[in-house]
């Protein structure tokens, strides 16, 4: 059959249609893009602001150093049978673990090797440069003892006394944000909140 000059037309008609919507597709309309950018502009609001403050994750990777230090205080003072002090100085931002109180011989860290002093905020070595040492209360004082068996004392240095603790708790701050790390009376559990 040979194609006439009806057939010719239709097959261009249809070969330029075709031509025609591929090219209108290779675009996109006004609709889709206006789509795209409210898409985007969702997902910006709610993501760029995560990313500049992170004061609250600081502030519990310093919650997460303090229970550590304290669990290992209080493991080692099971371990060599011998009583362990934890001394807070909020001021100068420091702690410090000891197993004799006097004269006072600070232990060695497990890792580093130096004497266990923890420093919080500039002049930091161990990552807490943005973070900051609140307050630490032991029942009225700054030192928290660990006995042979791992309970938790408070120790009075002017009266060289150990009192049961009934309420331990140490603060931790990075920005705005704070960090109460709580020690369990009788236990010595550790949580943070």
Request: aromatic share 6%; hydrophobic share 40%.
């Amino acid at each position: 059959m040979r194609a006439g000059p009806i057939n010719l037309l239709n097959r261009a008609s249809r070969a330029a249609a075709a031509r025609h919507c591929q090219s209108a597709r290779g675009a996109f309309t006004l609709i889709e893009i206006l789509v795209v950018v409210v898409i985007v502009g969702i997902v910006s609001a709610i993501i760029l602001p995560q990313i500049g403050n992170r004061d609250d994750q600081r502030a519990a990777a310093a919650g997460r150093v303090v229970t550590s230090d304290l669990m290992y205080a209080q493991s080692r003072a099971i371990a060599t049978q011998k009583t362990h002090y934890i001394m807070f100085d909020a001021g100068t931002g420091t702690y410090k673990v000891l197993d004799v109180i006097s004269p006072q011989n600070v232990i060695k860290h497990p890792i580093t090797g130096q004497n266990f002093q923890v420093k919080f905020g500039t002049g930091s070595t161990s990552g807490l440069e943005q973070m900051t040492l609140g307050s630490a209360n032991f029942d009225g004082q700054t030192c928290l003892a660990f006995d042979s068996l791992g309970v938790p004392y408070s120790y009075n240095g002017s009266t060289s006394t150990l009192t049961s603790l009934s309420s331990g708790k140490i603060q931790v701050r990075a920005g705005a944000v704070t960090v109460t790390v709580n020690v369990a009376p009788f236990s010595g559990e550790m949580t943070f909140q």
